[in-house]
């Protein structure tokens, strides 16, 4: 229902900032939650941030005061906007779609991600 592309990983020296987007197609973006989840070497992926279809947003512990999701459905994106990065935020970012109806799951789509590389 919804196709999903991450854009503006790279290599980033502690303290530095990134700015992942994600931009969406194929469905009606304004419907879905949407989340940034990461995966390191060797761990299990993680939810990051996540902001709802009605503007409602949540963040993992490590990540608040740091991280700052946003979302535009005129432009079909949800950014991800990231300052003071450590090491250990390196990781393959992805981004995450998803659709509930009266708990039942009726659409979830993930990106093919991006990698963020914090050197130390």
């Known amino acids: 229902q919804v196709q999903l592309v991450e854009s503006g990983g790279g290599l980033v020296q502690p303290g530095g900032s990134l700015r992942l987007s994600c931009a969406a197609s194929?469905?009606?973006?304004?419907?879905?939650?949407m989340g940034w989840y990461r995966q390191a070497p060797g761990k299990q992926r993680e939810l990051v941030a996540v902001?709802?279809?009605?503007?409602?947003?949540n963040y993992a512990a490590s990540v608040k005061g740091r991280f700052t999701i946003s979302r535009d459905n005129a432009k079909n994106t949800v950014s991800l906007q990231m300052n003071s990065l450590k090491p250990e935020d390196t990781a393959v970012y992805y981004c995450?779609?998803?659709?509930?109806?009266?708990?039942?799951?009726?659409?979830?789509?993930w990106g093919p991600g991006t990698q963020v590389t914090v050197s130390s």
């Open positions: 995450n779609a998803q659709r509930l109806s009266g708990g039942t799951m009726i659409g979830r789509t």
């Open positions: 194929g469905s009606i973006f304004s419907l879905y939650d």
């Open positions: 902001i709802t279809s009605g503007g409602v947003i």
